[in-house]
């Protein structure tokens, strides 16, 4: 009996060492789609429980037995791997990030919900389609990708602030249709857009129907649009750097036939013979015009400039040869750029993300240039329940206008209506390459002249210093409940100049009054505090119930001041010294000042 024992034991302990012999080590790498390694992913045997994560730097080892054919590797935010074992001892595998991840998400900018359990109608832009749009605003990100929205970019100057319409324009002038915009839960000011860099959005949650007021009361009733910047993932420090360089092409005339000066001089014929009183250089000088019968045939000897038909004839056949091309002369081709450094990184606990951005955009008119710096800094923690978010970033914008307040409109300062207002047998220039200006008579115009003159002599300037920053604290009390808080600061500071030459010839009309000068500054501050307590469950694998309390508190301030001048003194005309009082039909009649408000 004891024999037969002692042959069982040793049975036993020999096929335990079979088995224990039948293991081999495996190991490897697991990187993601850019080669970077992925820390703290998972490893598994298929089919078993055997498993291991890799180490910072993405290596793993594990024991694997000899029956195994697949390791199974996943990863937060990753598409899952499948590799077969075979007889290889080391194996590596490439994880690459789900493109569904974000836009699976909908951010309401209180909370975090699937997409297909949010019953409201929202459009959710992710960062595969934000960082395929290389565009320098928001609005044009926007264009053509949100059902029921329309964007566009004010008066077209770089940096103009944007319009931003959801669920149509409610009236002709479109006035206070604007959203609310929301960055990582603080709310943004919607004409400080243009300081923003959108190489650092995520993702862009665009809210459209009643639950965005039902959110965010009377802000949310025009929709809302959330944005949510970009946050380090855990793994080595990644350095990215990116240069871009694009074009802005002039605007076309091809999709008008505008007439030449010959089409055009006809055309002025046409209409003085049924309105004789017409003054046009097709009609005055015309053979066809009653009032130049008597004229002699050629101009006396001595004075060739003399009103004669020939003279007339000449001065007919001069204009129809000019066809000066405005959009040549007004406009050009826009070159942005845009440079960018960023880095991200940490591990379980810590996470960060850093960036800088130059982005310089010139517009297609002559002078209109926007020229943005930013940086943002993003860090995320996590200890035990206790969890903080914070978002910080600052951007600096200079904005140089092409004509200021006196460029919208059908004026004469607005280069894109006076490309379809000027006549075309106009020439600006004279042969030495000096801009024609001054008064212009009816067979002499000088209105394209005027307004490159007007360009030459003029400045218009616009400064902001723009900080957006929020930091939210959470802390998980129960397994279904959690308490939120979020202290946020929406703040800018504007400047802006205006100026006329008072030695230049705009600068001598009397509208002017010898020279303009105008600078203003503005100051905005928003702070915002949001506490919630959330409560989620879920229930079997189908159902979720999530309901949140919150409180919010705002506090705005603003502050303004202001002044014009005119009656300038060319050598301090920067400072505004020297500035005398303004003349109404040539008397000195009204002193001048400035204004300030606050509120």
Same mark, same amino acid.
């Given at each position: 009996m004891q024999m037969r024992k002692l042959l069982l034991a040793l049975t036993a302990i020999l096929l335990f060492a079979g088995q224990s012999f039948a293991q081999k080590t495996v190991t490897g790498r697991v990187t993601d789609d850019r080669g970077m390694p992925i820390p703290n992913a998972s490893v598994v045997v298929k089919n078993t429980n055997t498993g291991t994560t890799t180490k910072q730097d993405g290596t793993y080892s594990i024991s694997v037995p000899s029956t195994a054919r697949e390791l199974v590797f996943t990863a937060v935010d990753m598409s899952p791997e499948e590799v077969a074992i075979g007889s290889k001892s080391v194996v590596n595998a490439i994880l690459r990030t789900l493109d569904k991840v974000i836009s699976e998400v909908v951010v309401t900018g209180y909370t975090r919900e699937k997409k297909r359990e949010f019953s409201g109608a929202a459009t959710v832009l992710g960062n595969k389609v934000v960082d395929a749009v290389p565009v320098p605003a928001l609005d044009q990100m926007l264009q053509g990708r949100v059902a029921g929205l329309t964007a566009n970019s004010g008066n077209g100057q770089p940096g103009a602030s944007a319009n931003v319409h959801i669920r149509g324009i409610s009236s002709i002038a479109a006035s206070g249709t604007q959203p609310l915009y929301v960055v990582d839960g603080v709310p943004l000011n919607p004409n400080d857009l243009a300081t923003l860099n959108p190489n650092d959005f995520e993702s862009i949650t665009v809210l459209k129907d009643a639950g965005a007021a039902a959110l965010y009361g009377s802000r949310g009733s025009l929709g809302v649009i959330v944005i949510t910047t970009k946050r380090g993932k855990a793994g080595v420090t990644n350095f990215q750097f990116r240069s871009q360089v694009g074009f802005t092409q002039?605007?076309?005339?091809?999709?008008?036939?505008?007439?030449?000066?010959?089409?055009?001089?006809?055309?002025?014929?046409?209409?003085? +013979?049924?309105?004789?009183?017409?003054?046009?250089? !097709?009609?005055? *000088?015309?053979? @066809?015009?009653? $009032? &130049?019968?008597?004229?002699p045939a050629t101009s006396p000897a001595g004075t060739p400039y003399a009103p004669s038909k020939a003279r007339y004839a000449f001065l007919l056949d001069s204009l129809g040869s000019i066809n000066t091309d405005y959009y040549d002369v007004l406009f050009k081709t826009g070159i942005t750029q845009t440079h960018e450094m960023n880095m991200s990184g940490g591990n379980a606990q810590t996470r960060y993300y850093f960036s800088l951005n130059y982005f310089n955009q010139e517009g297609t008119d002559r002078k209109s240039q926007l020229k943005r710096y930013t940086a943002r800094f993003n860090i995320d923690n996590t200890v035990g329940k206790l969890?903080?978010?914070?978002?910080?970033?600052? +951007?600096?914008?200079?904005?140089?206008?092409?004509? !200021?307040?006196? *460029?919208?409109? @059908?004026?004469? $300062? &607005?280069p894109f209506a006076m490309v379809w207002r000027a006549k075309p047998y106009e020439n600006p220039y004279r042969a030495d390459g000096s801009v024609i200006f001054g008064a212009s008579t009816s067979t002499v115009p000088k209105a394209i002249g005027n307004l490159i003159e007007r360009s030459d002599n003029s400045t218009w300037i616009d400064k902001q210093i723009k900080v957006n920053s929020g930091l939210t604290l959470a802390f998980k009390l129960l397994p279904s409940l959690t308490l939120k808080n979020t202290t946020g600061v929406?703040?800018?500071?504007?400047?802006?100049?205006?100026?006329?030459?008072?030695?230049?010839?705009?600068?001598?009309?009397?509208?002017?009054?010898?020279?303009?000068?105008?600078?203003?500054?503005?100051?905005?501050?928003?702070?915002?505090?949001?506490?919630?307590?959330?409560?989620?469950?879920?229930?079997?694998?189908?159902?979720?119930?999530?309901?949140?309390?919150?409180?919010?508190?705002?506090?705005?301030?603003?502050?303004?001041?202001?002044?014009?001048?005119?009656?300038?003194?060319?050598?301090?005309?920067?400072?505004?010294?020297?500035?005398?009082?303004?003349?109404?039909?040539?008397?000195?009649?009204?002193?001048?000042?400035?204004?300030?408000?606050?509120?």
């Open positions: 002039r605007p076309q005339p091809s999709q008008f036939n505008q007439m030449n000066s010959a089409q055009m001089l006809k055309y002025e014929e046409f209409v003085g +013979g049924f309105a004789p009183g017409l003054v046009a250089p !097709g009609w005055s *000088y015309s053979a @066809n015009n009653p $009032a &130049n019968a008597g004229l969890s903080l978010q914070f978002s910080s970033g600052v +951007g600096y914008g200079v904005t140089d206008y092409n004509e !200021g307040a006196f *460029y919208a409109g @059908n004026g004469t $300062a &607005n929406d703040g800018s500071i504007s400047y802006g100049e205006g100026s006329i030459n008072p030695n230049s010839y705009v600068g001598s009309l009397q509208s002017y009054q010898s020279g303009y000068l105008n600078e203003s500054e503005s100051n905005r501050m928003q702070l915002i505090n949001t506490s919630a307590a959330i409560f989620s469950q879920r229930f079997a694998a189908r159902h979720f119930v999530e309901v949140g309390a919150f409180f919010e508190a705002v506090r705005q301030w603003s502050r303004g001041y202001g002044f014009t001048l005119y009656n300038l003194d060319p050598r301090l005309m920067q400072t505004g010294q020297g500035a005398g009082t303004l003349t109404t039909g040539g008397a000195a009649t009204i002193a001048q000042n400035g204004s300030t408000a606050k509120s």
